[in-house]
């Protein structure tokens, strides 16, 4: 049995109940759950649709994201998040670079990566090699004056706290930027690069070894284990190239507004819904969200 799940914007909620019942129709599936009205709802079917990704290009013009995934153990215990471009809405190196003066060439740089593009680690280390004496305490005027965190966050990672879930922040970014953000987010641990610096100023250089695609696969395996978990018991999401690897391993890999060549690869892909989308795909109903 598998359970379809279509979502929308929660801002731009534009759910036809007349499309739900449609797919449903046509997919021969079971009665129609709503989650939230015209925002989120769910039907199981006895198949996956051959069909599923003619469908999703389809209700992607509409504003609609579709997500067909497995019915049995969807409610997941553990969170494992990136964070750039996921739970917050920049790039935190890009935001740096801006302010030493290399925004652009950075900026370039960092979404080639995030593409796949590139080799991360040696992208990594390029782009810090540009920040060479920047001053330390602009990481956190970067924090208190550039970074948003990304919408329906808080609500996701409160919700599976308090059904007994474990979360976990893991970037290829940076501590000084993990560390406030998982504060605020409430996740229980966090893993990333550390920015090297002496006397006031950062260094150029990035601490080693650098976290890329495998450290986060490590995190995942690692965490679980320690849990007693699998990492099928975990839920995935991210953005970028580096992502793939845990994106794959996880029970639910969630591609979040990520680059084309990142959601090529994963079978649970949102573009138009937000973070809390992860809690439809795991089949909580709006009005159960913390």
């Keep these: 049995m598998f ?25 021969g599936g079971g009665d129609a759950v709503w989650l939230a009205p015209d925002e989120a709802a769910e039907f199981r079917v006895p198949a996956l649709p051959g069909n599923r990704w003619e469908i999703w290009d389809e209700l992607q013009a509409s504003g609609v994201d579709m997500c067909v995934q497995p019915g049995k153990g969807r409610r997941k215990r553990l969170l494992i998040a990136d964070m750039d471009s996921t739970m917050i809405e920049q790039e935190c190196i890009d935001e740096l670079a801006d302010m030493a003066g290399v925004g652009p060439h950075v900026s370039e740089i960092t979404a080639r990566a995030m593409n796949g593009e590139l080799d991360f680690e040696g992208a990594l280390r390029e782009r810090v090699a540009l920040l060479k004496n920047l001053p330390e305490s602009v990481i956190g005027e970067v924090l208190d004056s550039r970074i948003t965190l990304a919408p329906g966050g808080r609500t996701l990672v409160s919700t599976m706290k308090r059904d007994g879930a474990e979360t976990l922040l893991v970037s290829g970014g940076f501590t000084a930027f993990t560390a406030r953000i998982a504060s605020l987010l409430g996740f229980d641990r966090n893993r990333a690069n550390t920015l090297l610096a002496e006397d006031g100023r950062l260094t150029g250089e990035v601490a080693e070894p650098i976290l890329g695609r495998q450290a986060k696969v490590d995190a995942l395996t690692e965490v679980t284990a320690e849990l007693g978990l699998t990492p099928g018991d975990a839920i995935a999401v991210g953005d970028g190239a580096n992502d793939l690897g845990m994106l794959h391993l996880a029970g639910s890999g969630v591609a979040l507004h990520a680059k084309p060549a990142v959601a090529a690869e994963c079978e649970l892909r949102i573009n138009h819904g937000d973070l809390t989308a992860l809690l439809y795909l795991q089949g909580y109903a709006k009005a159960e969200f913390a």
């Excluded at 359970?3 to 997919?27: E, F, Y």
């Design 3 to 27: 359970v379809v799940t279509l979502l929308t914007s929660p801002k731009d909620p534009v759910l036809d109940p007349a499309l739900v019942h449609s797919l449903r129709d046509a997919m």
